[in-house]
């Protein structure tokens, strides 16, 4: 600070707080360093990204009401629920997208980097494309086509005739059946039907 009275202002001695800026800068960078060195080990290797092996149902759920208190679990409460994760997502969308997202596939141990495909793992999966459309195509006999369909309305009628003699059961037993108490004090046999026995 300077001494003369007409000089109002306060003046810093810039020297000084340089070098507490200096020391403060290598301070950070020293605990900088040092908790890097805490959190990194050694690299975490992750499988490359897979085909998902199974399906994700979004239908189950559809149309279906529930209820839901307190005590109900997040696994069970409203919306889709990731066990991998431990979340619950509102709709379907957002679910497929957590699903497919970085932080879901972190979880399954994966990374979101891709397999790199050779000539040869493509020549594979096109020959086992060829495999299943052969076998799909399998061809029929005209006369076992025949055959199979004959025994499909065959069981279908064996199914239908024993539909109807339980009906005929269960109609003879009704039938036999007193009436209740409460008909006979109402006084009818039954809510009655049009048909005529």
């Known amino acids: 600070m300077s001494m003369r009275p007409d000089d109002h202002r306060r003046k810093w001695d810039k020297e000084e707080y340089e070098k507490i800026a200096l020391e ?59 066990n991998v994760c431990d979340c619950v997502v509102k709709d379907s969308i957002n679910f497929l997208d957590h699903i497919n997202g970085k932080k879901h596939q972190r979880n399954l141990g994966m990374s979101m980097k891709v397999e790199r495909s050779s000539l040869d793992s493509v020549k594979k999966r096109f020959e086992l494309n060829k495999k299943k459309m052969e076998e799909k195509k399998k061809e029929y006999d005209m006369q076992q086509r025949l055959q199979e369909l004959a025994e499909e309305e065959e069981k279908l009628k064996e199914y239908r005739k024993e539909k109807r003699k339980e009906k005929r059961k269960i109609e003879e037993l009704q039938e036999d059946e007193p009436p209740s108490e409460l008909s006979s004090i109402m006084g009818f046999s039954g809510f009655g039907s049009s048909k005529k026995k």
Request: charged share 40%; glycine share 6%.
């Open 24 to 82: 403060r800068v290598k301070e950070e960078k020293l605990k900088k360093d040092e908790s890097d060195n805490k959190k990194k080990g050694p690299p975490v290797k992750r499988e490359m990204l897979k085909i998902r092996e199974y399906k994700v149902d979004l239908d189950s759920k559809l149309g279906k009401s529930i209820v839901i208190n307190k005590n109900t679990p997040t696994s069970q409460s409203g919306g889709y629920y990731c």
